[in-house]
């Protein structure tokens, strides 16, 4: 068996999967019927009032990084971060999805608690060959200051059972792609949805975030 050869392929299949998450006309919010996804944690991103797309939970590692030289002056400064690998989610839509409200679905233990406490939609700042969540930059005067990363404004609704109807306004998405930055010429907007943790401000060490993204936009 030619290993090369099926990881060609694999990738080729990847890029196509990729490319046919074209997003859909806008959804009447009121007409959504997808269901609800199976496990707690879980998000589907809605394409259209029926159907919607699993989302990818993606492994994440703590890192924290120093200028070297400035530490030789005895002035410590750098940064604090969440890594994830690849430029882009695997479910990342094409540059259409700006223009449209965006919905998600999200399963919890049940939807009594308010939506705020309980997700965050944050931007990644993308680096080549990974995307980016800063979460502290670290200096010698203050010590571990929080990184202003940003959040995605979002409404949410009850769903179901026991989910959340997410809404990202389309005003809300138009700002996030005429806020063109240089990698996102190329990479467009990558997102994670991060699942807060009531009970503790602590970083873990490793962390699982739910990621999804849309592509650089046409012109």
Do not use: C
Request: proline content about 4%; charged content about 25%; overall charge neutral.
């Amino acid at each position: 068996m030619n290993y090369s050869h099926n990881m060609k392929q694999i990738l080729i299949s990847g890029l196509l999967f990729l490319a046919s998450l074209t997003a859909s006309a806008q959804i009447d919010q009121a007409s959504i019927s997808v269901p609800e996804p199976e496990f707690e944690q879980e998000a589907i991103l809605v394409t259209s009032a029926t159907e919607g797309i699993p989302l990818e939970i993606e492994h994440s590692k703590l890192r924290t990084t120093a200028n070297a030289g400035l530490a030789l002056l005895g002035i410590a400064k750098g940064s604090q971060y969440y890594q994830i690998e690849g430029p882009a989610s695997p479910v990342t839509l094409d540059a259409s999805a700006y223009e449209n409200d965006l919905y998600i679905i999200i399963a919890w233990e049940d939807n009594k608690r308010s939506p705020k406490r309980l997700f965050q939609i944050i931007p990644l700042e993308i680096q080549k060959k990974r995307r980016i969540y800063n979460t502290a930059k670290l200096t010698a005067f203050k010590g571990t200051v929080s990184a202003d990363q940003g959040y995605v404004n979002f409404t949410a609704d009850k769903y179901g059972e026991h989910s959340y109807l997410i809404k990202i306004p389309a005003q809300e998405l138009s700002k996030l792609r005429d806020n063109n930055s240089g990698e996102m010429k190329k990479f467009g907007k990558q997102f994670i949805i991060r699942l807060l943790n009531a009970s503790t401000e602590k970083l873990s060490d490793t962390e699982d975030f739910i990621t999804f993204g849309i592509a650089k936009p046409n012109k």
